[in-house]
């Protein structure tokens, strides 16, 4: 369903959960409006955020709205990881695709300006499992941050 917005709530090991706030771009631009401040409104009032997994497909160039969200978590200093996704796919060079470590290159690049630090970020891909062993090390690293904390 193009239209539909979603959020799952998974459980982890001992409690803890992971949220995923899934937005489609086929949306009416209505409900993304209104989707992106529910949005904003949860990162900004969520005490308990340990962080935000931005979910960025490497496959094309940087997207508008990416780079706005990232730039804004950056200046709201919300914690985020950069999830960098299908980076199995090779856009073919005569056409002028890049490959997906030049599109995380370019990304990183163009929001560093936004950041103290640059954010941990991850290749990853379905396909493959690439990324699959970090983002659960990621992932229990930041338990293990929130647990201390």
Known sequence: MADSLIIVHTGLNSGNQC?????????????????????????????????????????????????????????????????????????????????PEENVQDFQELIREFFQAAPPWIMTSSVTNLGRDEMLLHMAQLRNYWLKH
Not at 48 to 73: H, N, Q, R
Not at 79 to 86: C, H, S, V
């Open 19 to 99: 949220i995923m706030l899934n937005r489609y771009a086929a949306a009416p631009h209505e409900v993304r409006i209104d989707w992106n401040k529910f949005t904003k409104d949860y990162f900004l009032n969520r005490s308990t955020l340990v962080s935000v997994f931005l979910l960025i497909d490497a496959s094309i160039p940087a997207k508008k709205i990416d780079l706005e969200y990232a730039s804004w978590l950056g200046e709201n200093q919300i914690p985020m990881t950069l999830i960098f996704t299908k980076c199995d796919k090779r856009k073919k060079k005569k056409t002028g695709g890049k490959r």
